[in-house]
């Protein structure tokens, strides 16, 4: 059996190029790894999906890390994830996110002040930090599980497509928020 610990750093690099839309692809990573090495029955993609509907990603956020916590635990292991603190994060991060996005004029990007852009790059970043936080609390404790294994040969996780889809999409973010920043004639 193979372990795949993610990185720390890999997970502060991808979070900041992907505009921290990482999450979403750490979700899967994470719950396709437990799959595996549990064999239960999870379903990584659908799972992920799941992180961004409503309100009932936050669901799947809290069973997520649960059973993490579970896994951790019955390893005789002793975690610190606390599962209300990291829904509770990402509730923040998400209304940090509606916030931001209403400066800006929601999807219409007429005529906004220099003001709103920079309110909402700080609310941006403030919600991407936020969910960066969450991502290493978990990670940290995850790859502690996969290292006490004597069982398991440890392999990093290895870079994949979608998280290579994610920076690129994060870089556009990044592009936007800056032309909004230092135009003003993209700011309309």
Do not use: K
């Amino acid at each position: 059996m193979v372990g795949h610990p993610i990185s720390l750093e890999r997970v502060v690099v991808l979070s900041f190029l992907s505009f921290g839309l990482y999450i979403i692809y750490w979700f899967y990573l994470t719950w396709r790894q437990y799959r595996d090495h549990t064999g239960n029955e999870a379903y990584p993609v659908w799972h992920a999906l799941a992180f961004v509907i409503p309100i009932y990603g936050w669901f799947r956020a809290h069973a997520h890390m649960r059973s993490y916590n579970e896994l951790i635990r019955g390893a005789g292991l002793g975690t610190d994830i606390a599962v209300g603190g990291v829904v509770t994060a990402l509730i923040v991060s998400v209304v940090l996110d509606n916030v931001a996005l209403n400066f800006t004029g929601s999807w219409d990007y007429e005529g906004y002040s220099f003001g709103s852009a920079l309110a909402s790059a700080i609310l941006y970043s403030a919600s991407l930090l936020i969910g960066l936080a969450v991502l290493i609390h978990a990670q940290t404790n995850i790859n502690r599980y996969w290292m006490s294994l004597d069982n398991v040969r440890l392999a990093p996780a290895r870079l994949r497509v979608g998280e290579v889809v994610f920076s690129i999409i994060g870089a556009l973010a990044w592009l936007d928020t800056l032309l909004s920043l230092f135009s003003a004639s993209y700011r309309g």
